[in-house]
């Protein structure tokens, strides 16, 4: 459970911007799609409450909304970006979005 708000509209956050790149990531390594889904459902389910309170919280400051700021504006961009890069990049930024979710070793 996060201490703050602010800690749990970071982990939300980070569970957006995820989700938006995470199909990126698919479609150009499939062999990344298991282990990016896996590891992103066990991050889910070990911080559920600290993503619902931080869902609550990003609505509350409307931040999810149709209209900029919206989380899911910047997620979908950043996506874009990830798109654009070359395939050295984009492994490399797909691995870290992995490692992003992983369990600590």
């Known amino acids: 459970m996060p201490s703050t708000d602010h800690q749990a509209i970071e982990f939300y956050m980070q569970s957006v911007h995820f989700e938006a790149q995470a199909p990126v990531c698919t ?22 409450e600290a993503l619902r309170q931080g869902a609550a919280e ?30 050295d990049d984009m492994q490399r930024r797909c691995s870290e ?5 992983a369990p600590q070793k």
Do not use: C
């Open 27 to 48: 479609a150009h390594f499939p062999a990344m799609a298991l282990p990016l889904r896996d590891a992103y459902l066990t991050w889910r389910s070990a911080n559920a």
């Open 97 to 101: 979005l992995l490692a992003s979710v």
């Open 58 to 87: 990003a609505a509350n400051k409307g931040m999810t909304g149709p209209r900029p700021p919206s989380l899911s504006q910047m997620a979908g961009m950043q996506a874009q970006m990830l798109e654009s890069l070359p395939s």
